[in-house]
C-alpha cells in the first residue's frame, strides 16, 4: 500500500471520494473531480463526491476519457486508487456512445437507433422493456417513435445503456434578444459572472446536441435567473419559463425586462390571475397541474404544446411535479434547462429529473461561492427554547402526532423572538414560519406585514417592494416565500417553525438571507428543546452542515 | 538512601468478587515536558507516536536467526580455549597466523581472537576459499552451522551437482581451515559444524553467495490480489471496533452464524474476500491473545487487552504476529525475512523452497545431534513445502509468470516487516455532520477509541465513524467523561471540534461528575526519575493507569513482583507503603477529635446573642405595666417555665433530680434542626457519648422514649415533683 500523505484525495473502493479543501491544490482538483464526480456533501475541510455511472456518462459526453480519469486519481490520491474503481471507471465510460439516437433521414416521425456492434444490438434487444419500444426501420435498422425519445432514454439508462442522444432538438420559433449592458432599474452595468457563463456554456454546448438540456445547480443568490437569461440569450428562440409561484413569476418577468433586449408585450405571466401567452411566458406550477376535479384532465397543460417552444425553464427543478415530469417526458425534442439550489428531493425522484430534465451540467459549492464573496457569508444558529407556563406537560399528554406542532408553536419562543428582533433592530428580518396562528400572534405582537398564501399577489408584491427598499424592516411570511423571492437586503431570517425535517425548504429559507451583503447574514431556527421538533431539527441541520455552513447551537432563554 | 519510588495503598483491599473501579489506562505520554498536575485523571489523551527503533532485524535474512546468548559472545576467548588446540591452530594459521611461532595454547588463542576482531583477516581467509567451497560454506551456514555429513553432501549434491565425495573433500578442505569442525565419528556418521562464535562473522562476509535470487518480467501475472491491503495493526483494530459494537453469535461448532459472518464480510469487503483466510487470521490472534473472548454464546472483545496491544512497542506487536503465523507456517518468520531480503522484488519458488528445506533440515540435524543420533534414519523421503498459508493470511503474494510462481511481501507483509516511521496521518477529519473519517495510517490506538465513541460505518482507506445519541450513551459506558470525550475530538481532529458537534455532545452527556472517587493502589516515582521509569518497557506491564507524569496507578496484586522489577531496574522502591490514613487507631482518633471539633463549632455562639435570644422567647414577653396595653389585655396566669441555667448549674439539677427520683423539666436546644423544645423527662443517668461531652439519659414522658440529651444543650432546666415510675 503506497501511501502519499501529501496528496488531496481519498478515493473509497465504493466510488466515493474524499477532497481535502484546505489543500494548496484544492482548486485544480475539485475541478477536475467535478468533471466525472458528484458533489454529495461538501462540510468544512473535506468535501465528498461520488463516482457513479451517471456522472461517468456526463463526463464522456463531454468528451472525458478513462486515461484521464485514472491518471488524474492515481495523481492525486493519498493510497493506491482501488481497482474496483478503476475497472468500473473503464468499463462505464466504454458503455457510453455504444448506443446513439439519430434524426432519421426520412421520416420525421421517427428516430434511428445506431449500435457499435451487432453484439450490443443483441444486448440491448434483451432489454424487455426497451424492445417494446423499438421498431424494424427496413431492414438494417431499429428505431423508435420520436415521442418515446424521453422514456426510451429514460429505461434504456435504468439498464445500464446510456444512450448518446445525437436526435437533436426541435427548433423553436426565432426569438432575437440580447442582454443589456446597463440595467434598466437602477442603470448600473450588467456583467455575467464568470460562473453563470461557464454553467450557461456547458449547458449550450455552442449548440451541440450533446449540450441543450441538463441542470444547473447553484445556491440560492447565485444568480440563476441570471444563468437562464444567459442560456435564452444563446437559444433565441420562444421560451416557457415554469416557477413555484406568482410571487415568483412577477420576479422573473422583472428581471427579464430589466437585463434584456425584450419589450413587456414580449413577455407574459400564465398565472392565476393573468393568462399571457408572449414569446417569453412565464407559468406557475400550480397553474399547469389544476384541474378541476381529481379524475378531470389537467386543463393548461396545453401550455407546452399551444406555442412552438424553443427552451422551457424548470426553475426549482427539485419541486417539479408528477404531472410536469410526464408532461417533459413528451417534450424530449425541446431545449430544457433545470434550476435548483439543491437537486435534493424529498421524495427521492432525483433520478427522473436527470432522465427527463437532463444531466446535472454545473455546479458549484455553497462555501466557495461565499468565499468568492457572490453570495453572503451565512451563520446558521439553532436557538434551543424551553417550555413554559406548564407547555412540557401539555407536550408530554399530546399524542404523537400532535406533538410536532405543540413543539412548533411553543409560545416562549415569541420571548426569543423579542430578544432576537431586539438584537437585529437595524437589520432587515424576515421572520419565517409554517403555522399559520403562531406567525399571526407574531404579526400582531409586532405590528408587521405578515404574507401567507391567502395575501393577494399585488398586496405581496406591494409589500415584497416595500422591504426592499427598506420601509418595512420586519416582514412575516410563511411557506410561500420558501421559493424564488428575490429579497436582496434581508440579512436576518428567524425560522420559527418548520416543515419536519425538510432538507430542502431547510436550504430554501436560508437562501433568502444569501445575497451578498457586507456584513453577513444571520439564520437562527427556533426550537423548543428536547422534543420532535429537536430531532427534526438534527437532520435539517446535517443538510446545513453537509453544505458546508458553520452552525452553532445555543441556549434559548426568555 | 533515598526511595526514588514509592507505593501508596489510597483504599482499603478490595474484597473478592468486589466489583472493579472503571476501567484502567495504561498509556505513556512521550512528551515528559506536559506538565503533570493537570493532566486529565484518565490519560486517553495520549498517543505515543509510531517512532521506534527496529530491534534485531536480521542482517541477513536467508540464514537462520541465530539468538546468541551475551555470555557466548563475551567468553569468546573461553569458547577457543576450550576447543582442542589442533582446531585453534588451524583456525589462526589460516587467519595468517603461525602457532608454531607462538608456542603457548593460551596465547594462540588470544590472538586468533584478536584476528577475528578485524575483520579483514576473516574476510581475506574467506577469498582465499574457492568459490564452490564458500557455496558449501554458505550451505552449512544457512543450516544453522549443524549438518549431519553424508545427509549434507546429499544436500549439496540435490543443491548445487556434482558428486558426494567431491563434497565431502571440499568440506574437510574447510575443516583444515579451521571454519569447519566435525562432531567425532560415532558409529556411521558425524555432523559438520561452525564454530558458534565465527557464525556472526562469516555472514557478514558471505553475503553473495547466501542471497536469494530475485526474478522481474512485465508480464508477472499477481494471482488474488487484493485491492486493499492495509497493515496489520489498522485492520485488528478496525475488527475489534466492528465486535465491539456488533457482537457476533456463535454456533455450537464456536463459528460466527452465517449471517453475521456476510454480514461482517461484506463489511470488510476491501480487505478480505468471503470465506478469507485473512479473516480468520485476524480472528484467530484476536482471540488466543485474549482481545477477543466468548461471553455466553457471543464474542465480546476485552477493550483493555486491545488497548495493551495497541500501545506495544511495534517490534512486540510484530512479536505476537510472528507467534500467531507460526501456528499455519512452520519458521514463518524467517521465510517473510528471506523475502523481505530481496527488497520488494519477486522471489523464485524454487531458491526459496531450497533454502526452506535447508533451514528445516538444519532443525532436524540440530535435534538429532543432541539426541545423539548420528545414523541417517531410513527412509528419509524428500520432502514437499508451500507457502500457501502466508499468501492465504495476506502475508505473501504469489506472482505467476508462465510455469513459474514467485513471491514477494504483500502491503501488509511490508509494513509488518518494515513499518514506516510516520505514514503522515496524525488526526483524523471531523466535520460538523457528525461523520469521522479516519485514515489508515492514522495511529491504530486512535481508531479503536473512535470505535468507542462513534459508530463504525465503513472500512476502507479511510474509516468512516459517525457520531449518534446511541454512540455516546456507549461511550459514557465504557467510562468515557464529557470533558475527556470533548478534549479527544478537539486534540485530534484536523479541524477541531465544531461547535454544533460540541454543543449537540455535550447535551446528550449531560453534566458530567467533575469530582470523583477512586480506589487505587499508587505508585509515584520521584521527579529526577520519570524519564527513565517511563522510558523502561519491562516496567510498562504493572502500571494499569497513568494519571500524569510520576504518577501511577498499580496492580496490587503484583505488588511484589513489581518491586522485583524496580528493584532490577535500579529504582530504589521504599520499604514501606504509604497508606492513607496511616494507621486505623489514629484515624479514628483523628475523625473522634473532628467529631469534637464539630460539636464544639455547633456550640459555639456568641453569649450576648445567645442571652438576648433567650430572654426574647414570645412566651416571655409581656405588656409595660402601667401601659394602655396592659390595661387592655386580661392579666392571664401562664405557668412560668424553667429558669435559665449554665451548664453547671443544670448538672446541679440533673444530680439533684438523680438523688431524689425527681423528674426535670427543662428547655433543650437541638442543633438538629436548632429548635428549642419544652420537654418533661425522667432522668436514669448521666454518661458520657462516644465525644466524650455529658449527657443526661432519661425518659422523655410525652413520648415515651428513652433519649439522651446533652448537657451543654440543656439551657433551662428544674426538677418537678413527678416521680420516676409514676409514669405519664
Request: charge should be neutral; include cysteine.
Amino acid at each position: 500500500m503506497h501511501v502519499r500523505p501529501e496528496n488531496p484525495l481519498i478515493v473509497q473502493g465504493d466510488g466515493k471520494v474524499l477532497l481535502e479543501t484546505k489543500h494548496p491544490k484544492h482548486e485544480l482538483v475539485r475541478d477536475f473531480l467535478s468533471r466525472f464526480a458528484e458533489l454529495e456533501t461538501s462540510p468544512e475541510h473535506l468535501h465528498t463526491y461520488r463516482i457513479h455511472p451517471l456522472t461517468l456518462w456526463n463526463a464522456a459526453s463531454s468528451g472525458m476519457t478513462k486515461a484521464e480519469i485514472v491518471e488524474g486519481l492515481r495523481q492525486w490520491s493519498k493510497f493506491d486508487v482501488p481497482p474496483d474503481v478503476l475497472t468500473q471507471v473503464g468499463e462505464t465510460i466504454e458503455r457510453y456512445g455504444l448506443v446513439k439516437l439519430q434524426q432519421h433521414p426520412d421520416d420525421k416521425s421517427l428516430l434511428r437507433l445506431e449500435f457499435t456492434t451487432a453484439y450490443v444490438a443483441k444486448l440491448v434487444g434483451q432489454v424487455k422493456t426497451v424492445r417494446e419500444l423499438m421498431v424494424e426501420d427496413g431492414k438494417r435498422y431499429l428505431a423508435i417513435q420520436a415521442g418515446h425519445r424521453g422514456i426510451f432514454k429514460q429505461r434504456m439508462l435504468s439498464a445500464g445503456w446510456p444512450v448518446e442522444d445525437l436526435a437533436g432538438f426541435i427548433e423553436g420559433d426565432p426569438l432575437p434578444m440580447t442582454m443589456r449592458e446597463n440595467m434598466v432599474g437602477n442603470g448600473k452595468p450588467f456583467v455575467v459572472r464568470d460562473y453563470q457563463k461557464k454553467s450557461a456554456d456547458r449547458w449550450f454546448q455552442d449548440g451541440r446536441p450533446s449540450g441543450g438540456n441538463g441542470v444547473i445547480v447553484l445556491p440560492c443568490g447565485a444568480g440563476k435567473t441570471i444563468v437562464a437569461i444567459a442560456t435564452m440569450a444563446r437559444v433565441q428562440q420562444k421560451t416557457l419559463i415554469l416557477a413555484t409561484n406568482g410571487a415568483a413569476v412577477n420576479q422573473w418577468v422583472r428581471e427579464i425586462l430589466d437585463k434584456t433586449s425584450l419589450r413587456e408585450d414580449q413577455v407574459g405571466a400564465y398565472t392565476g390571475d393573468s393568462k399571457n401567452i408572449r414569446d417569453v411566458t412565464v407559468a406557475t406550477y400550480q397553474i399547469l397541474t389544476w384541474r378541476p376535479s381529481k379524475d378531470a384532465e389537467f386543463t393548461h397543460l396545453h401550455l407546452f404544446r399551444d406555442q412552438n417552444w424553443g427552451l422551457i425553464v424548470y426553475d426549482e427543478v427539485h419541486l417539479l411535479p408528477a404531472p410536469v415530469f410526464g408532461a417533459t417526458a413528451d417534450l424530449q425534442g425541446r431545449r430544457r434547462l433545470g434550476l435548483t439550489a439543491t437537486l435534493v428531493r424529498e421524495d427521492g425522484r432525483e433520478g427522473d429529473v436527470f432522465s427527463l430534465v437532463g444531466p446535472k451540467r454545473f455546479d458549484m459549492a455553497w462555501q466557495t461561492l461565499e468565499e468568492q464573496g457572490f453570495i453572503a457569508e451565512a451563520k446558521c444558529y439553532e436557538v434551543r427554547v424551553p417550555w413554559k407556563n406548564g407547555g412540557a406537560a401539555k407536550y408530554e399528554r399530546a399524542r404523537e402526532g400532535e406533538k410536532f406542532r405543540l413543539a412548533a408553536v411553543n409560545p416562549a419562543k415569541l420571548e426569543v423572538l423579542d430578544g432576537l428582533l431586539a438584537r437585529h433592530r437595524e437589520d432587515n428580518v424576515l421572520v419565517i414560519g409554517t403555522y399559520l396562528d403562531q406567525l399571526h400572534d407574531i404579526a400582531r405582537r409586532y405590528n408587521a406585514p405578515l404574507i401567507t398564501g391567502e395575501t393577494p399577489g399585488p398586496q405581496r408584491d406591494v409589500l415584497f417592494g416595500q422591504f426592499r427598499r427598506g420601509e418595512v424592516k420586519l416582514l412575516i411570511v410563511s411557506k410561500v416565500a420558501n421559493f424564488s423571492i428575490d429579497l436582496p437586503d434581508a440579512n436576518v431570517a428567524v425560522q420559527v417553525s418548520g416543515s419536519f425535517g425538510s432538507r430542502q425548504e431547510e436550504a430554501q429559507r436560508l437562501g433568502r438571507v444569501l445575497r451578498p451583503k457586507k456584513d453577513g447574514a444571520h439564520f437562527y431556527s427556533l426550537i423548543t428543546r428536547e422534543t420532535k421538533e429537536q430531532e427534526f431539527a438534527m437532520k435539517r441541520q446535517l443538510f446545513l452542515t453537509e453544505q458546508g455552513y458553520r452552525y452553532y447551537i445555543q441556549e434559548g432563554s426568555a | 538512601m533515598e526511595p526514588q519510588v514509592e507505593v501508596h495503598e489510597m483504599a482499603p483491599r478490595p474484597q473478592e468478587g468486589a466489583p472493579r473501579g472503571r476501567r484502567q489506562r495504561r498509556l505513556f505520554r512521550d512528551d515528559f515536558d506536559a506538565a503533570g498536575a493537570g493532566t486529565p485523571a484518565s490519560g486517553k489523551m495520549v498517543v505515543r507516536p509510531r517512532q521506534h527503533r527496529k530491534r534485531w532485524k536480521p542482517s541477513a535474512g536467508l540464514v537462520r536467526r541465530r539468538r546468541f546468548s551475551r555470555g557466548e559472545i563475551s567468553e569468546l576467548a573461553d569458547y577457543f580455549m576450550s576447543m582442542p588446540e589442533p582446531l585453534v591452530q588451524a583456525l589462526y594459521r589460516s587467519l595468517g597466523g603461525q602457532p608454531v611461532r607462538v608456542g603457548e595454547q593460551e596465547r594462540v588463542v588470544q590472538l586468533t581472537v584478536r584476528a577475528l576482531a578485524q575483520g579483514n583477516r576473516l574476510s581475506g581467509l574467506l577469498q582465499q576459499v574457492q568459490p564452490r567451497d564458500r557455496q558449501a560454506l554458505a550451505a552449512l551456514l544457512q543450516c544453522g552451522g549443524i549438518a549431519h555429513a553424508d545427509e549434507f553432501h546429499r544436500e549439496l549434491v540435490l543443491m548445487l551437482g556434482g558428486r558426494e565425495n567431491d563434497w565431502a573433500r571440499t568440506m574437510a578442505v574447510l575443516a583444515d581451515r579451521g571454519i569447519v569442525c566435525g562432531s567425532g565419528p560415532v558409529e556411521e556418521g558425524f555432523y559438520y559444524l561452525v564454530p558458534e562464535p565465527l557464525v556472526d562473522a562469516l555472514l557478514e562476509h558471505l553475503g553473495p553467495e547466501l542471497e536469494l535470487p530475485t526474478f522481474e518480467h512485465d508480464d508477472i501475472r499477481v494471482a488474488d490480489q487484493r485491492p486493499f491491503c492495509p497493515p496489520l495493526d489498522f485492520s485488528l483494530a478496525t475488527l475489534a471496533t466492528f465486535m465491539d459494537q456488533h457482537p457476533p453469535k456463535l454456533t455450537q461448532r464456536q463459528e460466527v452464524f452465517k449471517q453475521q459472518r456476510e454480514e461482517l464480510d461484506k463489511f470488510f469487503a476491501q480487505l478480505w474476500t468471503p470465506e478469507s483466510e485473512i479473516f480468520q487470521l485476524h480472528y484467530d490472534f484476536l482471540m488466543m491473545h485474549g482481545m477477543i473472548e466468548l461471553r455466553g454464546d457471543r464474542v465480546s472483545v476485552n477493550r483493555e487487552v486491545v488497548e495493551e496491544w495497541l500501545s506495544l512497542e511495534p517490534e512486540d506487536q510484530r512479536d505476537l504476529v510472528f507467534r500467531a503465523l507460526e501456528k499455519r507456517q512452520a519458521m514463518a518468520e524467517w521465510v517473510l525475512w528471506a523475502i523481505h531480503s530481496a527488497k520488494g522484488a519477486w522471489v523464485p519458488e524454487a531458491p526459496l523452497m531450497a533454502l526452506y528445506r535447508r533451514w528445516k533440515r538444519g532443525e532436524d540435524w540440530r535435534e538429532r545431534f543432541h539426541k545423539g543420533l548420528y545414523t541417517s534414519p531410513r527412509g528419509n523421503e524428500r520432502e514437499g513445502y508451500s507457502f500457501t498459508a502466508l499468501v492465504n493470511c495476506g502475508m505473501l503474494e504469489i506472482g505467476i509468470w508462465g510455469q513459474q510462481k514467485v513471491y514477494r511481501l504483500s502491503p501488509r507483509g511490508v509494513a509488518l516487516l518494515d513499518p514506516p516511521e510516520d505514514e503522515g496521518f496524525a488526526k483524523f477529519y471531523l466535520t460538523p455532520n457528525y461523520e469521522i473519517i479516519a485514515p489508515a495510517g492514522l495511529a491504530p490506538v486512535l481508531l479503536f477509541r473512535l470505535g468507542e465513541i462513534a459508530e463504525l460505518v465503513g472500512c476502507d482507506r479511510a474509516n468512516t465513524y459517525r457520531i449518534t445519541e446511541i454512540s455516546i450513551e456507549q461511550a459514557l459506558k465504557k467510562g468515557w467523561r464529557r470533558e475527556e470525550l470533548l478534549e479527544f475530538l478537539r486534540e485530534y481532529s484536523q479541524i477541531g471540534l465544531p461547535s454544533n458537534v460540541e454543543t449537540t455532545i455535550r447535551a446528550w452527556m449531560g453534566p458530567d461528575g467533575e469530582v470523583e472517587f477512586h480506589e487505587i493502589t499508587a505508585l509515584t516515582v520521584h521527579r529526577a526519575h520519570i524519564q527513565r521509569f517511563e522510558s523502561m518497557r519491562g516496567l510498562r506491564a504493572y502500571v494499569v493507569h497513568r494519571f500524569g507524569p510520576g504518577l501511577y496507578a498499580v496492580d496490587r496484586k503484583r505488588l511484589p513482583e513489581i518491586t522485583l522489577a524496580l528493584a532490577e531496574a535500579g529504582l530504589n522502591p521504599g520499604k514501606v507503603i504509604r497508606k492513607y490514613p496511616a494507621d486505623d487507631e489514629a484515624a479514628q482518633s483523628r475523625e473522634r477529635l473532628h467529631h469534637l471539633l464539630a460539636e464544639a463549632r455547633e456550640q459555639r455562639e456568641d453569649p450576648v446573642a445567645r442571652a438576648h435570644r433567650a430572654d426574647t422567647l414570645p412566651a416571655d414577653l409581656r405588656p409595660v405595666p402601667g401601659s394602655n396595653v396592659a390595661v387592655q389585655q386580661k392579666r392571664r396566669e401562664t405557668p412560668r417555665g424553667p429558669q435559665r441555667a449554665s451548664p453547671q448549674e443544670v448538672r446541679a439539677i440533673v444530680d439533684k433530680a438523680l438523688a431524689n427520683s425527681l423528674g426535670i423539666e427543662m428547655i433543650y436546644h437541638s442543633l438538629k434542626d436548632d429548635s428549642r423544645k419544652q420537654l418533661l423527662v425522667l432522668p436514669e443517668k448521666v454518661a458520657l457519648n462516644r465525644e466524650g461531652a455529658a449527657v443526661l439519659v432519661a425518659l422523655d414522658v410525652e413520648s415515651g422514649n428513652r433519649l439522651s440529651y446533652a448537657i451543654s444543650q440543656i439551657e433551662r432546666a428544674r426538677t418537678t415533683e413527678k416521680r420516676l415510675g409514676e409514669g405519664s
